[in-house]
């Protein structure tokens, strides 16, 4: 069965105390790997799409990495406004359009 | 440009009614897609439109729910006889292309309140 775990659940850091979000996936093949951003009220905004392992994207604070089995968000020297529920999402072959995310990490910067 | 837009952004019904959800993609966007987000729950896929047509609703809990979309664009999310575990944020988004390489771009969702 696919499946996505995230973790911590929830991360509470000071301002530009740098630290890294999980995700843990199992897909009998995957497509693509996507991260989203998601603020109390709103849609999920999109992020980053990886595609095979070893590959990296970067923007701003943020950075993306992906192996076979799974994927960090390395934030770096975050600021307040980065507080937000961080979601992964899977797409998996045989699946259409479908995406499969995880439960979410939901992270707070006090400064 | 314009994104994603849901309405109505809020709905609050009686157990027993049915409620339309409707969705407007970005321009453009020949996928559309419908989740669901509960309360401690991840998004949940309901269903997939490529074009006017719906190759996946697996997701679509029961035969209480239907979508339809028209004209490659807008598209409608129906419940029928509301429960209350139906209450949630409907949220759909639109990509350029469908299946496997394109990103999925998200509505605001309407939150619906089955009382």
């Known amino acids: 069965e696919d499946q996505v775990t995230q973790s911590p659940e929830a991360l509470r850091l000071q301002e530009g105390e740098s630290s890294s979000l999980n995700c843990s996936y199992t897909?009998?093949?995957?497509?693509?790997l996507f991260w989203y951003r998601q603020d109390p009220g709103k849609g999920p905004e999109f992020l980053f799409t990886?595609?095979?392992a070893g590959e990296e994207k970067e923007k701003e604070r943020l950075k993306a990495t992906l192996t076979k089995k799974e994927s960090f968000l390395h934030i770096t020297a975050p600021k307040p406004e980065d507080s937000a529920t961080y979601l992964c999402a899977v797409h998996p072959y045989n699946q259409g359009g479908k995406l499969i995310f995880g439960q979410g990490t939901e992270l707070s910067v006090k400064p | 440009g314009a994104g994603v837009s849901q309405s109505p952004s809020n709905k609050v019904t009686e157990k027993g009614k049915d409620v339309e959800l409707r969705c407007d993609p970005i321009?453009?966007?020949?996928?559309l897609y419908w989740y669901r987000q509960s309360l401690g729950q991840g998004l949940e896929f309901l269903i997939y439109f490529q074009g006017n047509s719906a190759p996946d609703k697996s997701g679509l809990p029961s035969d209480r729910f239907s979508a339809e979309r028209t004209g490659g664009s807008v598209s409608t999310l129906t419940i029928q006889r509301t429960q209350q575990e139906d209450s949630a944020v409907y949220l759909c988004a639109s990509s350029l292309v469908g299946g496997s390489r394109g990103e999925q771009y998200f509505g605001p969702g309407t939150r619906l309140t089955v009382t």
């Open positions: 990886l595609y095979s």
């Open positions: 897909v009998s093949g995957l497509r693509g």
């Open positions: 321009s453009g966007h020949t996928a």
